[in-house]
């Protein structure tokens, strides 16, 4: 039975959303292509059919998973969602940035420019959501919030103590804010 064109983008659309989940939550190392297939509903000699390798796999995986930036985001609105304790506790749907970031320094030149890429994307989401009298200082602002949200997110789900998990977020939350409420004022 021939597999239709619409079938085939469906099967590839699984194939990232399951290895998105799966790599999130676990890693580009622990996880297996039989896994990413069975997580998909798909055998696993079907992967080769969408992609030639496991590298492959990753770079696709981290592109589809940073393609939905929005067009503009505040930095303090957006971390009061993102510094939370259901997004740091949520690996498997949680931000790439954070669970895959450090892995991704050790994978393909695709992998890393897909996350470059989506990196930019986001960057440039919150540098036009960000408060400040000038382009670079809404760059900056832009810059500083997200990797402090980043680095909280990292911290705090590393962290063996609940009280010092949640004072990272909050506290970051809190500085984000104090800098933006400074910034608006400034302008």
Request: contains cysteine.
């Amino acid at each position: 039975m021939k597999v239709t064109r619409e079938q085939m983008a469906e099967h590839r659309r699984k194939i990232l959303d399951a290895a998105a989940r799966l790599f999130r939550a676990h890693g580009f190392e622990a996880v297996t292509v039989a896994e990413v297939m069975q997580a998909a509903g798909l055998t696993h000699g079907g992967f080769y059919g969408h992609f030639k390798s496991k590298d492959e796999l990753i770079a696709e995986t981290i592109g589809h998973v940073l393609a939905g930036t929005a067009e503009s985001l505040e930095p303090a609105a957006y971390a009061g969602g993102y510094l939370s304790a259901r997004h740091r506790d949520n690996l498997s749907g949680g931000c790439p940035f954070a669970g895959l970031g450090a892995e991704t320094i050790r994978q393909t030149p695709e992998a890393r420019a897909a996350m470059t890429a989506g990196l930019k994307r986001h960057l440039a989401a919150l540098t036009r959501g960000a408060p400040g009298a000038t382009a670079a200082a809404k760059r900056r602002a832009a810059i500083g919030s997200w990797s402090a949200m980043v680095g909280a997110l990292i911290l705090s789900r590393f962290s063996d103590d609940p009280k010092l998990s949640d004072e990272l977020l909050k506290e970051t939350r809190a500085w984000i804010a104090k800098g933006e409420k400074a910034a608006k004022a400034r302008a």
